[in-house]
Structure formats: structure tokens, C-alpha cells
């Protein structure tokens, strides 16, 4: 099960979560959330990961030349595009994997594969699909939660890139959604929190102790 603690604000918060061995952490560049870092700040904390633990950078709307100076200031090899971001803005991303994240409930659950299918018509290189709660007006980091059963009923998992599960996820019901989904991963922000941006070095073990025990 690959995991991913999304959301990382200071050097010594991400040394805290690396010593729990999470895959990989989030670096959200995005303005407007609480867990918001300056590229500076990324960048110190990037460089204090230990190797096996990829830094991965979370975008919403940013320009390309956004992304790239992040990138190169990061060493990002991976983004994960979180807001209204097309295929074709996706595939000037060159050199890079992409996750694409899909905002659902159960009324836009259509949604789900009709952004898939643009995606990879396009031949964008996604590395994963990121499922997570669509709440109006935001994007990501509600404590939301997508819904389980129907995503798990509309993703063709045999033919579509691995699919990482997102939203409202924590250490209480991390095993239910994987057993509901059975995703390829799954990523947590404010589930692992003790305050907003801060997160419970104990909240996540459990959170990742809990997510393998299902692989």
C-alpha cells in the first residue's frame, strides 16, 4: 500500500512524519489552503527527506512556469494536479509523472470517468488518478470523504492507471476504505493533524501502521 501524508509546513514536522515511513509527502503550493509553503520552505524540507521518502508537489491552478521553478527548486520528479488543470495544460508537463486529482460525491460521480478518459486520450504521462470529496468551493483538505462504494464500482482498475484514494482518511477508517476500494494507495492531510498544517507524528503511525496491515 503506498501512502502519501500530504500537506507538510516545516523541516522539522516532515523529519517527525518521515520517521513513521510514509512513501511519500506533499508539498502544497497552493495559496489559499492552510497547509500553504513558499518554495524556500519546500525546498529545506524536500532536501531533509531521506532518500527512499519522494517529496511530491501539489498544485492548484498554477502556471507552468510555477510548477517548473518548484520543480527544479525541489527536485520534484512528480505533481499532483489538484485543481482545473486540462489534459492540455497537462501534457506541456514534459519530464514529469503526473497524479491527477478527481474531485467526486454521488451526485458528480460521472465526472470520475469522463476526466479519466480526457486524461489518457491525450496521452498524458499520469502515474495515478487521486480520488477525493468534491466540496464546493475548495480543493482538497475538507476532512471530506469521497464516496467509497461507488468509486470503487466505476474505476476499471485493470485498465486505467493505479488509483490512490483521498479524503477525510485517518487512522478510524483508513482499513473500511481500503476494504471498500482497494486501492493501489492512499493520501492524508488533515486526518493525521493535530492542527491545521501540524501533523501528529503518533496519528501518523497509526494511519500507516493501520493502511498496511490490508497488503
Not at 506541456?92 to 509523472?97: E, F, I, K, S
Not at 479524503?167 to 473500511?176: C, F, I, K
Not at 471498500?180 to 503511525?205: I, M, N, Y
Amino acid at each position: 500500500m503506498w501512502i502519501k501524508v500530504c500537506g507538510l509546513t516545516s523541516v522539522a514536522n516532515a523529519l517527525e512524519v518521515a520517521a513513521c515511513r510514509p512513501d511519500a509527502i506533499g508539498l502544497n503550493f497552493y495559496s489559499r489552503s492552510s497547509r500553504c509553503v513558499d518554495v524556500s520552505t519546500a525546498s529545506e524540507i524536500a532536501e531533509s527527506l531521506p532518500k527512499e521518502i519522494e517529496p511530491i508537489g501539489l498544485f492548484v491552478n498554477h502556471s507552468t512556469s510555477e510548477i517548473f521553478e518548484a520543480v527544479k527548486r525541489c527536485g520534484l520528479k512528480t505533481v499532483q494536479l489538484h485543481g482545473d488543470e486540462s489534459p492540455e495544460f497537462a501534457s506541456t508537463l514534459n519530464g514529469l509523472q503526473i497524479i491527477r486529482a478527481i474531485r467526486v460525491n454521488e451526485e458528480t460521480i460521472d465526472h470520475l470517468e469522463d476526466e479519466v478518459h480526457k486524461y489518457l486520450e491525450r496521452d498524458v504521462n499520469v502515474r495515478a488518478f487521486l480520488v477525493d470529496a468534491r466540496v464546493s468551493g475548495a480543493y482538497g483538505g475538507t476532512g471530506h470523504s469521497a464516496p467509497w462504494e461507488l468509486v470503487m464500482s466505476r474505476y476499471r482498475f485493470e485498465d486505467w492507471p493505479p488509483l490512490i484514494l483521498a479524503g477525510g482518511l485517518g487512522a478510524d477508517n483508513v482499513e473500511a476504505a481500503i476494504q471498500a476500494v482497494r486501492p493501489w494507495g492512499v493520501d492524508v492531510a488533515s486526518g493525521v493533524e493535530s492542527s491545521s498544517g501540524v501533523k501528529s507524528p503518533s496519528l501518523v503511525e497509526q494511519f500507516i501502521l493501520k493502511a498496511r496491515s490490508q497488503h
